[in-house]
């Protein structure tokens, strides 16, 4: 399921804290002191120090999170753990983004740093050489061959040359430290003032560079790649932001205090060199020498940034589409330590058209920064809530909690939503992805993430207990011989060890007192015999007798007041004059779903063993039905088998044939992981097709259908099946938050030729 591993883990304290290192140190200070430098003067330092405390809360929140739920996806793990798959999906569409721009900004510095390094030595070098249309096209293929170097190793690499570029900005601090004490006094004075912008300057300082701060979080991002990593996950975020800050803080302060040739103002020194500025500065207090070693420092640290960007967005791709937040075959991996080569490639892709579309390291910059600020105010949110519902994890854990967590979110908003304003242009970027996210999910991703997310809760109890759900199933009961086999089908849609099920006898009430304390009576009895039978089953059950005129408004009443997840009725003939409408305006006014068996006196639901699921065009009741399935193949002690059944016209083509196998064969993967069979066959009477198979089975699930108003309804083909078939019949209606999900996928996936079944 999505929870599991990406890969082996093979990372330890030194690869982990190397991701971190290689995404911080350098590749951010190099490409944005000039931006920064600009937006706030010598107190640039300033602007990097607060968003360092900033990063190291955060990182703090990150620590928990991720050494309590070790697994690859980083802030996308997170959010599904804790929200809806509907929040979590957006939630990775940001993070995601927030990488890929990452590493647009780290492609394009890098073929900053390279042109401009020859143009240093090719002193003839025309003009164009440094333009905009190079820039992007050497950035472009930078990218490339950084996908191509990942796809064929494992992990982010780039060892050497984070040691190389940490020493040499060592070397370079302690140069900038000798020469500013040959001339301390002066050089001191470049100091003030400190802001000459003011504080609205030192906030769109912070605005523009905090993407230097970003690392620690692709270390979460690779969480299922590291060994021990309850131990070593805080240790490596810590760290690496650790040596970033020592890096940057002085290099910035030696910049605007020694940096600086004599007579010339900062101002005017940063104008001239705005992409070059800590490599002139360096000419300055160290010679030629130390413009070199940062022009190579720079193209190593843009390198090193790249790919551990690209490294790590690849991995919160693989896990969505694990998740089918995003498409299936993004998770297809390659090579023996399962490298995600799809995933690599889309991620590029995307990188490089983000290159091209911005094409500058200050709106790159703006807009990842932006971005990244939203993504970590929403982990900080995540943190209280996942220690709110679930506090005995023994992962590291973040003092000062909620307070710490909380000033952090509020401290991350507050950086955005000033960013926002600052710089429209970042937030018109930020909005434009949330806006395609928001279509990408309604029309591609829904349906099948629903289903798989729904299978998850069934294999992992602890999921909805982070999410703070402990869902309710409603079952109505008259007798007290059917109330055994009534609560363990309920039992098998609540998800164990957090569901519920509540069993309902509704007293009819007349004007009578001495009938209806004998109806009390006879209820409390049955109840009594009910929940004792469903308890022997090992069911979590709770029981609840009333008094109604009509038993069914009651039953509204009360599935209305618990809030239930679903409710299942057993009735004996669907037939009846009067049943049909009532459930359909049963399953109209529910909260949750409705589900309606209909089963012969001797039917049990613990021997089930085959179930026979036709399937037509719509995925609406497919979430419901994961719930069922996986219910049953985690309470019966047999194995379960489950036929898919699939019924196209008597004249389809060949190749309609084989798409519908495939498509519903990596449904039914999704669906369950029970023994699967899909049978596409040819035939004109769909009826003829499920009935002539439903004698072979213990259960058949089918499910109603809508009207154009979103009504639940029983169909023709659905009343035909009932009224023909013998044997045990489970109609599922799924609850009315799917009803715009299956309209907007239905637009999506239909067929070229307008067939009315969905392409999953």
Known sequence: ??????????????????????????????????????????????????????????????????????????????????????????????????????????????????????????????????????????????????????????????????????????????????????????????????????LGGLAAAMGYTFIALQGFDLVAAVAGEVKQPRRVLPAAMLLSLAIGLLVYLPMLLLVAVAGVP???????????????????????????????????????SMLSALVANLFAASRIAQVMARDRTLPAWVDRSAGKDGDPTKALWLTGGIAAVAVAAMGDVGNAGAASSLIFLVSFALVHGICILARQRRSDHDGFRVPLWPWLPALGGLACSGLAAFQGAAVPAAGGVAAAWLIAGFFAWILFFEGRARIVDAASELADPDLLALRGRSPLVLVPIANPSNASPMAFLGACIAPPGVGRVLLLHAVPLRDDPEHDD?????????????????????????????????????????????????????????????????????ATRLPGDLCVLRAPPEWRARDVRRVLVPVGGRLVHNALRARLLGGLLHRLDHPLEVTYLFVLPEHAPDADVGRAERQWRALARDETSANTRVEVVRGDDVVAAITGRAAECDLLLLGLGRSRDGRHVFGAVVEQVVAEVDGAILLMGQSPGARFAEATARIAHATPGGAPWRVV
């Open 1 to 198: 399921m999505s929870d599991a591993p990406t890969s082996q883990r093979t990372l330890g304290l030194f690869g982990a804290t190397n991701i971190g290192v290689g995404a911080i140190v350098g590749g951010g200070i190099l490409a944005l002191a000039g931006a920064a430098f600009q937006a706030t003067g010598p107190g640039a330092m300033l602007a990097f120090g607060l968003n360092g405390l900033i990063a190291i809360v955060t990182a703090l929140s990150f620590a928990e999170l991720s050494s309590a739920y070790p697994q690859s996806g980083g802030t996308y793990l997170f959010a599904k753990r804790v929200l809806a798959v509907g929040a979590a999906f957006y939630v990775g569409w940001v993070v995601w983004f927030a990488s890929i721009l990452a590493a647009a900004l780290y492609a394009i510095g890098f073929a900053t740093f390279l042109l401009d390094a020859v143009a240093a030595v090719w002193t003839g070098a025309p003009a164009w050489l440094r333009g905009q249309l190079v820039v992007s096209l050497v950035a472009v293929g930078t990218v490339g061959l950084c996908v191509q170097r990942l796809a064929k190793s494992a992990g982010a690499g780039g060892n050497w040359i984070n040691i190389v570029k940490v020493a040499v900005f060592a070397a370079l601090i302690a140069g900038g430290v000798w020469a500013w004490g040959r001339d301390a006094p002066p050089a001191a004075a470049r100091l003030d003032p400190l802001l000459p912008m003011g």
């Open 262 to 300: 004599a007579g010339v103002e900062l101002d005017a020194f940063v104008a001239t060199n705005p992409n070059t500025i800590v490599a002139r500065a360096a000419e300055v207090f160290v010679g030629p020498v130390g413009f070199w070693l940062v022009m190579v420092a720079g193209v190593l």
């Open 518 to 586: 004998a109806a009390i009576a006879v209820a409390t009895d049955v109840l009594g015999q009910a929940m004792r039978a469903a308890m022997r089953r090992g069911v979590r059950v709770e029981g609840l007798a009333t008094l109604a005129v009509d038993p069914w408004l009651e039953l509204e009443r009360v599935a209305r007041a618990r809030d239930c997840a679903s409710v299942l009725l057993g009735l004996k003939d669907l037939a009846t004059p009067g049943v049909k409408e009532r459930l359909q305006r049963l």
